[in-house]
Nanobody, 120 residues
Framework: QVQLVESGGGLVQAGGSLRLSCAAS????????MGWYRQAPGKQRELVAA???????NYADSVKGRFTISRDNAKNTVYLQMNSLKPEDTVVYYCNAEVRTYYSGSRLYWGQGTQVTVSS
């Protein structure tokens, strides 16, 4: 079993910053790409940022220059530093990770989601 637990969401004023964390735990053999997605009510989940095990990153155009994804492989944790937040960043954020366990091949796991609210 693998679990992804997110933390760090909350309420912040426009222009402020938040740092999201997502820690993976369980029978983990290795973790590939880790990412952050977000989903507004009634809309599809969209990629915010992703980072490979080697550290290569990819960002949505809407967050480039404002958000930074990073990871600590020793802690099986991925972070999302969000600066210059805008009201339109107000949604639920989800992390995911490609995890290979000791008992099965690689599959995608998701966290439970964390709410980010940016007030104007």
């Amino acid at each position: 079993q693998v679990q992804l637990v997110e933390s760090g969401g909350g309420l912040v004023q426009a222009g402020g910053s938040l740092r999201l964390s997502c820690a993976a735990s369980g029978s983990i053999f290795s973790i590939g790409t880790m990412g952050w997605y977000r989903q507004a009510p009634g809309k599809q989940r969209e990629l915010v940022a992703a980072i490979t095990s080697a550290g290569s990153t990819n960002y949505a155009d809407s967050v480039k220059g404002r958000f930074t994804i990073s990871r600590d492989n020793a802690k099986n944790t991925v972070y999302l530093q969000m600066n210059s937040l805008k009201p339109e960043d107000t949604v639920v954020y989800y992390c995911n990770a490609e995890v290979r366990t000791y008992y099965s091949g690689s599959r995608l796991y998701w966290g439970q989601g964390t709410q980010v609210t940016v007030s104007s």
